[in-house]
C-alpha cells in the first residue's frame, strides 16, 4: 500500500463532535490559522442532533456569513400558551414589528440535519477538516493530561496538543475519562419531537405566515405534559411543523405514560390538534437536555482539554427563555479563542487554557445560567400550582370574565378573581407566589 | 508477473439508496435528499481487491467515472487501503448508459495495465449488473459475475472463483487478465484506518482522466447511448391482510390454514 502518514500531532486541536459547540470552536481556531480536525460520529453533522428548533444567531453571524445558511423561518411571534387539561387556552402573542425587520432579533428556526451540516462547511472552508463516521470512545492521558483521543477505528488513536469535548448532553467520553460526573438525574430532561410536512401554502394559511415569517408557540400546563414539571413547544418551518415535549426525566421515570404517548397527548390538546392536523411525519427523535443550571456545570478546562455546549451543561430554561444552542456557539467560540491563545504561547495545560472558563463567565452564558438559576428548583417545588392549578384557574377566570349572561359584568370580574385566588392561596399566597416568581420577567 | 498483480477495482458514486424516496403525491422519485454516497455493493469489491493484494501482492488502484465530486468515493477506496484513484470525468461522458460507460472504464483498465478487474455485481441507483460483463466484453477478456469468494492464483496466472448459481454455486478458474462482479454482501468490508482515512481525505489527489486520454471522445455520451426507456409506471402496493392473533397456537393454526 502506499504510505500513510502518521497524524499525530499534525492538528493542533481535536474537536470531539461537529454539531454546533465543536463547530464554533473549529472555526474560531481555523480563522485564527490553527489546524483543527472534527472527529464526528454521524454519516454528516447535525445528522445526530436534535433540539427544538429556534436557533439565536448573533455570534455565528459574527463569526461567518449568515445569508446562504439553510434558515428556516425567522421567529416574526411568539406565544406562550396555558394549557388545561380539560381543554382549556389562556394564552400571550407577542409579535414586535421589529421582527420583521433583518436581522429578525437574530432568531431562526433552524432543522439540524442541514444548519449544522453547512456550518462545519464554513470550519472545513475556513481550513479545519472534517471526519465523519467516526466515534471518539476515550480519551488517552499521560500524567492527568489529555494528549489525544481513541476512537472505534483501527489504528485509531490520535493525539494533538488540546481536545474539545462538545459531544454533547450524552457525554459518555468526558464521564469515562473522569472529567466530569454524570449528571443526577433530576438535572436531565427528556424530549420527544415529531417533524411533520405540509404544503407550504397550506402551513403559511394556517399560521397565518408570510414569506420567512414563522411562528414559535410554547405551551405549559397539565394539558401540555400532563402531571410534569415541564412544557411543549411548536415551531412553523418552510414546509414542516416542529412538536414536541420536554419534561424533566424523574416525571417521565415515574411517570404513567412514555414520552410519545406524552407527545401524542399533547397533540390530541384543542388548541393543539387543529394545528397539526394532516400531514405527514416526516422524522420522530427524542433527546437528553441537560437543565441542571449553574450548580451542575462541570470544570470546564482540564490539562490538555476543554468542555463546550451541552456536555458542559449549558442549557437555560427559564420558562419564559428556552436557549442552548446559542450558548452552545458561544462557548466554543470562547473556548476557540482561549485555546489559540495559549499555543500562541506554547501552552496547552489547564492554567493556560483557563481563560475560557473566565470569557464564559463574563458572557452572557454564565450571567444568565446565574440570574434564572432558581428557575428549575422553584418549578419543580411550585409544580401543582404551576402545572395544575394555574392553567385551570385562567381558563376558569377568563371564562367566567367573559360570560355572557344576564348578570352584571362586575359579578363576573370578581368571580373571576376568586379563580385566581383560590388557585393561589388567597391574597397573601398570590403575594408570597408573586415573589417567588418576581425573578422571571427580570 | 513478480511484482504481483495490478488490480483495478470500480466503484460508482450514487444517491443513499435510504433518502431516495417516491414522491406519494406525484410518484416521482425524488433525489434532492439523498447524500452521493458510495455504491454499497462495492464495499464488498473493495474488499476482495484488497485481499487479493494480500494474498499474491501487486497493487490496487479505484477507478470511477463520474463528476468531479465522485472523487469522494475514490477517497473512501484510498481510506480503506487501495493504493491509488483514477477519476475518469468529462462533460463528454454525461449521460452515457452502460455501453458507453463500460467501454470508458475498459480503456481505463488497460492504460492501467490491469490484470484483474473488480466491480460490485450492480448499482443501487441502476440495478443493471451489466457494466462488469461489458468491461470484459469490451477487452475480450474473462470474466466471473455473481461471485462469492476469490482465490488467487498468481504462480499459474489465474484466478479461481467460487460462483453463485441457481441451487448452489460452482468453482471457475479464469486467465488474466480477467473482469470480476463481486456477489452483494459475501464478504465483510474492513472500517478504514482512522490515519488512512484522514490521509484519504485531506492529502491524496486522484488522477484524472477525460474522454480524449482514452480516445473513446466519439464513442461516449448520451449519442453513443443505445437504451432507450420507453415509459416508467409506478407499482400500487399489494394489500395484505392482517390479523391479530392471542396465542402462538392461534398463529399456527392460521399459518396451518393459509397453507
Redesign the interface.
Known sequence: ??A????DDEFDAIVVGAGLSGTAAALTMAKDGLDV?MLERG??PGSKNVFGGVLYTPRIRELTDLSDAPKERYVAKKTYSMLSDAGDETSMSIAPAAWREEPHNDSWMVLRRDFDEWFADQAVEAGA?L?TE?TVTDLIREDGTVVGVE????????RAPVVVLGEGANSLVSEGAGLKRQDDRDNVAVSAKEVRKYDREKLEDRFHLDGEAGLAAHYFGDGAVGDAVGGAFLYTNKRTVSIGVVYSIEDAAHGERTPDEVLDQFKQHPAVAPLVRGG?MVEYSAHAIPEGGPDSMPDLVHDGAVIVGDAAGLVLNSGIHLEGTNMAVESGFHAGQAIADALDRGRSDAAALESYEQRLEESYVVQNLDHYGWFMDTAAEEKEFLFEELPHALGDATEEYFRMDDRPKDEHVSDAKSHILNASGGWFGMAKKAWKFRKMLS | MDNGWNIVVCVKQVPDADDVSID?DTGRLNRSDA?AVLNSPDYNAIEAALSL?EAGGGT?TALTMGPPTAGEVLQVAVGM?A??GVLLTDRAFGGSDTWPTSLALARAAEELDADVVLGGEETTDSSTGQVPPGIAAHNGWAQLTYVEELEARPEEDRLVARRDVEGGYERVAAELPVVVAMGFGENTP??????????A???FEPTEWDASDLGVEDEVGMAASPTQVGGMATADPVPREQSMVDSADELAEKIGEVR
Open positions: 500500500m502506499t500513510t502518514p502518521n497524524y480536525v454519516p454528516s477538516t471526519i467516526t476512537t472505534d477505528r483501527p489504528n485509531g488513536t490520535l405527514r | 406519494p447524500e493484494r490496487v487501503g493504493d491509488d474492513r472500517t478504514a484506518d482512522l490515519h488512512r482515512k484522514i490521509y481525505e485531506t492529502e
